[in-house]
């Protein structure tokens, strides 16, 4: 489903645009497969991951990877 997602989103990126992928998923298949998969599917540049620690807010863990069309 996340990768059909994407597939409708990415190419209606304007030059310049940025995507802002994040689960609250702990995952690799859900977070850094799908990441790697819309920088080398769709040919967005990827400029940052990062894990956002919520459990020390009592709160989730969050995955979020920025990428922007060239």
């Known amino acids: 489903m996340q990768r059909r ?4 989103i990415a190419p209606r990126l304007a030059p310049g645009a940025h ?3 994040s689960t609250c998923s702990v995952f690799k298949k859900e977070n ?3 990441a790697a998969y819309i920088r080398d599917g769709w040919g967005l540049k990827m ?3 990062e894990n956002l620690k ?3 807010l009592r ?3 969050l ?8």
């Open 54 to 56: 919520g459990y020390d």
């Open 32 to 34: 850094e497969e799908m």
């Open 5 to 8: 997602i994407i597939g409708h």
């Open 19 to 21: 995507l802002v992928y």
């Open 63 to 70: 995955f979020a990877a920025r990428f922007r069309r060239g």
């Open 47 to 49: 400029e940052k991951t």
């Open 59 to 61: 709160g989730d863990t």
